[in-house]
């Protein structure tokens, strides 16, 4: 099959599956799977693909057409501007993130500053400080073995020297003080999930997206406990639900956070809320 029809093909097959964007991720598809990039493809566009591309390809397609996410599929996403391996076992990385790790960085002022990520996932938010903050050391921890497996091996690829992985539930098996405290947590109520788009509903691990009730439960665990795990004028940022910023203010202040501000994503909305302990 030439090249041009296996595209054409791919893309109608999305379309027909309601994907939103069915050219663009047929393409990402060609690139990442048959190493077909648009210079190639338009300097060469009668070529034949070889048989075992052409399946790969269909696979890949088949396979978003039941809605797996594409970044699943192709084992990979790109955040802050770095590479990053994902697959079902994490969260994958979402631009809104971005935010907090800027956030963060804008007060990261030295490369011994003690960083801990908590929920670290695909180990996204830690490995981007390390990497463009200049940090010889950080921490990440996880409920999840699997997850630390992929942070560890997101670690090695990116070449970063210094990240441990802590197998905890939030505080449980934590000891040390901190600089800081970062964590994008689950944040979705449970009764919301029922009503996500399949990609997320579906594929990714409920334990990442399942925020309790209300939502907030681990906000609430994370603010109660995170001052005994700073030191003095330590630093908690949070990623929250666009909904979540008065309420998530409102749990820091009670465990005693001072100077809480809120940062909205690009898109305008309440993303980040972070304090300081005295
Ligand atoms: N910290 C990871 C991320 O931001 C995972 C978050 C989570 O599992 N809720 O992508």
């Known amino acids: 099959m030439k090249v041009k029809d296996l595209l054409a093909e791919g893309e109608k097959r999305l ?129 999840s073995a699997d997850a630390l497996q992929m942070a560890e091996r997101n670690q090695k690829a990116l070449d970063i020297q210094g990240a441990q992985w802590i197998l905890s539930s939030l505080f449980e098996e934590m000891t040390g003080k901190y600089d800081m405290i970062v964590s994008n947590p689950p944040y979705i109520s449970s009764g919301e999930i029922d009503g996500l788009m399949p990609e997320v509903r579906d594929f ?30 330590g630093m908690l940022f949070f990623e929250i639900g666009c909904t979540q910023a008065a309420d998530v203010t409102a749990c820091m202040a009670a465990h005693g956070f001072k100077n809480i501000c809120t940062i909205k994503d690009l898109a305008g909305l309440d993303r980040v809320v972070y304090g300081n302990i005295a």
């Open 15 to 143: 379309s027909a599956a309601g994907i939103e964007n069915p050219a663009l991720e047929a393409w990402y598809m060609l690139e990442d799977i048959c190493g077909i990039d648009r210079v190639h493809y338009y300097t060469h566009p009668v070529e034949v693909a070889d048989s075992e591309c052409a399946e790969r390809f269909e696979e890949a397609i088949r396979r978003r057409m039941g809605h797996e996410p594409l970044q699943y599929i192709l084992g990979k996403t790109c955040f802050m501007g770095l590479d990053f391996m994902v697959g079902p076992t994490v969260l994958i990385p979402r631009q809104d993130t971005e935010v907090l790790v800027e956030t963060v960085l804008s007060y990261i002022k030295s490369k011994d500053v003690d960083v801990l990520d908590m929920c670290t996932g695909s180990g996204c938010i830690l490995l981007s400080l390390m990497a463009l903050g200049g940090l010889d050391h950080g921490w990440g921890s996880d409920i």
């Open 204 to 233: 990714e691990p409920r334990l990442a997206l399942d925020g309790e009730e209300d939502g907030l439960a681990f906000y609430r665990a994370i603010s109660q406990k995170a001052p005994e795990f700073l030191k003095p004028g």
